[in-house]
């Protein structure tokens, strides 16, 4: 269903895009193909081993540690996780999907989701060059911060 | 051929990693394949219109014209344009920071400058609907909904925190980067 959506809202904009201009619409298509090539590599091997750790894991093992049960100790254990880890969105929206379906609990899958995204350790060091050790440091501990509290209201409305 | 091969040893140095893991664990084949298959169709259906709506994304935003009015002093329209200019984006977080400091350069307010890194980094649109379409509505709307506030809060917080000379030094620094 939500799929259907994304099909939907990306054929309207290609349509309205290729009635509009033309080349643009091509420039469009070749960049979304090399964006697409660029992370293939990275992408396949985070599957694979996504893949090998979650059949080894079964799903009481998951519930343990992600599970509804596991409480704060299995966010914190999520957050952390994805704070430190540097995995794209593409690769972690399936595999959080997977951990989902294998009994982990919404509130745990939404503190690693929202710390992947918002917080970056291994990449501190280039975000310090930028913004400095202050900004930068400062930024990270908010968005940490702020990643559990997005945890328990994610998992709140998904629990409705 | 020799590029693909150097480009791709990872994946077939894993795919190895995974047919081994089969042989040598078989009572684990099923579940494994069924895991593999199970993310693989998520993503062969939702990977092709992400990436044409990022593509599209990438050529009709008009990147330049939404800086001009980004400047200190913006109040919400500054903050709204930041907040689209960042969720717009492609890319991983530490690609916003370069961009970041193009808009120190052309004079965007710091505040706004937080704002599109906190976008960039968790509202993006293709990444918003490829959330929706794995983890479901609630999901992907719910969190969507408390960060939107919370970009604005950190990036307030963050402005209120730190001393303004050193906000004046960033841009001092950024002005000589290129």
Same mark, same amino acid.
């Given at each position: 269903m939500d799929t259907i959506i994304l099909y939907m809202v990306a054929g309207a904009c290609l349509a309205w895009s290729f009635l509009k201009n033309r080349q643009k619409t091509r420039t469009a298509l070749k960049k979304a193909f090399k964006a697409f090539e660029a992370i293939l590599p990275p992408f396949l091997v985070v599957l694979v081993l996504v893949s090998i750790v979650l059949a080894v894991l079964d799903g009481p093992t998951i519930s343990l540690i992600l !599970?509804?049960?596991? !409480?704060f100790r299995g966010v914190l254990i999520a957050s952390l996780v994805g704070a430190i880890t540097l995995i794209p969105g593409f690769v972690a929206f399936p595999a959080a999907a997977a951990l989902l379906q294998g009994g982990a609990g919404a509130t745990q899958i939404a503190a690693f989701v929202s710390s992947l995204m918002m917080v970056g350790v291994v990449t501190l060091p280039l975000e310090i060059q930028f913004f400095g050790k202050r900004v930068a440091i400062l930024r990270n501990v908010l968005a940490y911060g702020f990643s559990l509290i997005v945890a328990v209201f994610v998992g709140w409305v998904v629990s409705l | 051929m020799k590029f693909l091969v150097r480009r791709y040893r990872a994946v077939l140095a894993a795919a190895g990693l995974f047919v081994l893991f089969l042989f040598v664990l078989p009572g684990y084949q099923t579940k494994a394949i069924e895991i593999i298959g199970f993310q693989a169709k998520i993503i062969l259906l939702v990977i092709p219109p992400t990436f044409v709506l990022l593509g599209l994304l990438d050529v009709w935003v008009p990147r330049e014209q939404m800086i001009r009015f980004? &400047?200190? &002093?913006?109040g919400l329209k500054g903050g709204t344009l930041a907040f689209f200019l960042g969720s717009f984006a492609a890319g991983p977080?530490? =690609? =916003?920071f370069p961009v970041a400091a193009i808009l120190m350069k052309k004079g965007a307010g710091f505040t706004n400058i937080l704002i599109f890194i906190g976008a960039w980094s968790t509202t993006k649109i293709p990444m918003f609907l490829f959330e929706n379409a794995a983890l479901g509505s609630r999901f992907a709307f719910s969190r969507l909904a408390i960060d939107i506030p919370g970009i604005v809060l950190i990036a307030m917080a963050i402005k209120t925190l730190v001393p303004e000379t050193e906000i004046e030094r960033l841009y001092a620094k950024a002005e000589k980067m290129n």
């Open positions: !599970g509804k049960d596991s !409480g | 980004m &400047g200190p &002093g913006s977080l530490y =690609a =916003a």
